[in-house]
T-cell receptor, first 112, second 114 residues
Framework: GNSVTQMEGPVTLSEEAFLTINCTYT??????LFWYVQYPGEGLQLLLK?????DKGSNKGFEATYRKETTSFHLEKGSVQVSDSAVYFCALSDRDTGKLIFGQGTTLQVKP | GAVVSQHPSWVICKSGTSVKIECRSLDFQATTMFWYRQFPKQSLMLMATSNEGSKATYEQGVEKDKFLINHASLTLSTLTVTSAHPEDSSFYIC??????????FGQGTRLTVV
């Protein structure tokens, strides 16, 4: 079945450091891929998405590229800020059912 | 993006009582709504999928008699936790989607059963 695996956290970085959060997936067919962010006490917000191989999603300085050959969708940001501290979820969408399958989430802590 | 409103954002109830959580799509008609449960420091677990006018489809291991889902219209779905117990305390999140679009999430409801 479909599944998503993320790197374990927490990830602790200093402000302006480079961020990578790894995400790999297992899926039949060609799912859409997403990164969601959850700030403390809030629901999920879509950060970025990619719907087909080699697509790059980007938003707020974050980027992720849909790599079919490595079944990966790693999240990157060149310079993190304290306000980026949150939990990040990688997810895939089953094209037939619309169901979202989430990874376990990675907590990012950015220190001043 | 589209707006999904979830109400209440938090609720405390006594053990044995029932709690209803509402999920509304404010600016679009959602053909499908999803209900998730999130345990502390864990990922979201899909509980059920509901389509307007039909019975919800529950994921394996989710008690349909305990978590009643009603999707009465294209803009409203409700989750009722019946006879709540402390182990039902959790963060419940809904999402709404229409054909060929991404799902949009509500802000979540934190349920505490005492």
């Amino acid at each position: 079945g479909n599944s998503v695996t993320q790197m374990e956290g927490p990830v602790t970085l200093s402000e302006e450091a480079f961020l990578t959060i790894n995400c790999t997936y297992t899926a039949t067919g060609y799912p859409s891929l997403f990164w969601y962010v959850q700030y403390p006490g809030e629901g999920l917000q879509l950060l970025l998405k990619a719907t087909k191989a080699d697509d790059k999603g980007s938003n707020k300085g974050f980027e992720a590229t849909y790599r079919k050959e490595t079944t990966s969708f790693h999240l990157e940001k060149g310079s993190v800020q304290v306000s980026d501290s949150a939990v990040y979820f990688c997810a895939l969408s089953d094209r037939d059912t619309g169901k979202l399958i989430f990874g376990q989430g990675t907590t990012l802590q950015v220190k001043p | 993006g589209a707006v999904v409103s979830q109400h209440p954002s938090w609720v405390i109830c006594k053990s044995g009582t029932s709690v209803k959580i509402e999920c509304r799509s404010l600016d679009f008609q959602a053909t499908t709504m999803f209900w998730y449960r999130q345990f502390p420091k864990q990922s979201l677990m899909l509980m059920a999928t509901s389509n307007e006018g039909s019975k919800a489809t529950y994921e394996q291991g989710v008690e349909k008699d305990k978590f009643l889902i009603n999707h009465a219209s294209l803009t409203l779905s409700t989750l009722t936790v019946t006879s709540a117990h402390p182990e039902d305390s959790s963060f419940y999140i809904c999402s709404a989607a229409r054909l060929d679009t991404e799902a949009f999430f509500g802000q979540g409801t934190r349920l505490t059963v005492v």
